[in-house]
């Protein structure tokens, strides 16, 4: 990933807990990691949830939040967390 091209990550999230009441079915934390393989520089951005579209929503410029510029590949991940979880919820999305 180069971070001065195209530096806007836009990112839509559905999640929740099944058989559980709408009001009680959103997880506590939605978020993502870009993680570089060599040197394991993270970083991090929670989603918002978007009452409306009932999504959870992750947005940046990484050219505010890498200010480092540091190009390579990085792998992303996907992270949903709840106390009331058996397991965190980790998925890796792919590398650019």
């Given at each position: 990933m180069n971070t001065n091209d195209n530096p806007y990550l836009h990112m839509e999230v559905t999640a929740g807990f099944?058989?559980?009441?709408?009001?009680?079915?959103?997880?506590?934390?939605?978020?993502?990691?870009?993680?570089?393989?060599?040197d394991m520089i993270a970083y991090t951005r929670h989603a918002r949830y978007n009452s409306t579209t009932k999504k959870y929503i992750v947005q940046s410029d990484l050219r505010m939040q890498m200010k480092e510029q540091i190009n390579?590949?990085?792998?992303?991940?996907?992270?949903?967390?709840?106390?009331?979880?058996?397991?965190?919820?980790?998925?890796?999305l792919g590398s650019f």
């Open positions: 099944a058989k559980v009441d709408e009001s009680k079915a959103r997880p506590a934390s939605v978020y993502i990691t870009l993680l570089r393989d060599e390579g590949d990085y792998n992303l991940l996907l992270h949903i967390d709840d106390p009331r979880a058996m397991n965190a919820v980790v998925k890796n």
